[in-house]
């Protein structure tokens, strides 16, 4: 089916001049769901993915799913302060200040091969930080996937790994 069609615009969320892409119909459609989830894995299959990353809060939603499809475990990526032990951060500029995400710090090690999960892909400075934060901790990151592509914003140039996106705006 074509996933665009349960991909929902919404103006002005959650400020004036941003369209939200709602993403949430496509959730509550089981063959969507199904579709979405086996989209985002196929092309990561036999590559050796040890652990799926996948970015707060949306990213939570596919790659336990994600991780699931490729026999490979799931580490959580969250905004500062949340995680309960030793925790590495990486701090990202945006239009206006600065965001940070942070790992567990024994949640990827050096000979681990992740793949990277979010919901979209806008201007790429969160999937950005997740890379260098995975990369840190000595594991290699071996691409990056997301449902949605905002190709306009062009954060795909932001990654020096292989990006797929199921659906491209
Ligand atoms: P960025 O760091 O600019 O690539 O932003 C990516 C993060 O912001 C992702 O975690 C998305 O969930 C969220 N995001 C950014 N822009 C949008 C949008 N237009 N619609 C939905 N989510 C967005």
Redesign the pocket.
């Known amino acids: 089916m074509d996933l665009s069609t349960l991909i929902r615009d919404v103006p002005d969320f959650p400020k004036p001049g ?6 949430t119909p496509a959730l509550r459609d089981p063959s969507a769901l199904a579709q979405a989830i086996a989209e985002l894995s196929a092309p990561w299959s036999g590559r050796g993915i040890t652990a799926v990353v996948g ?5 939570f939603i596919f790659a336990p799913a994600v991780a699931l499809e490729l026999g490979a475990g799931f580490v959580p990526a969250r905004k500062p302060g949340k995680l309960p032990w030793t925790a590495v951060r990486q701090a ?1 500029g ?1 239009e206006y200040g600065t965001d940070a995400i942070e790992m567990h710090i024994d949640a990827v090690r050096p000979g681990d091969r992740i793949l990277m999960i ?12 997740a890379v260098t934060l995975i990369r840190r901790q000595g594991a290699t990151v071996v691409g990056c996937g997301f449902l ?1 592509e ?1 190709g306009f ?1 062009n ?1 795909r140039q932001k990654l020096d790994v292989p990006v797929q996106a199921v659906l491209k705006y």
Do not use: C
């Open positions: 941003i369209v939200f892409k709602d993403i970015i707060e809060a949306r990213g990202y945006l979010d919901d979209v892909l806008a201007t790429g400075g969160t999937a950005n930080a949605v905002l914003l954060g």
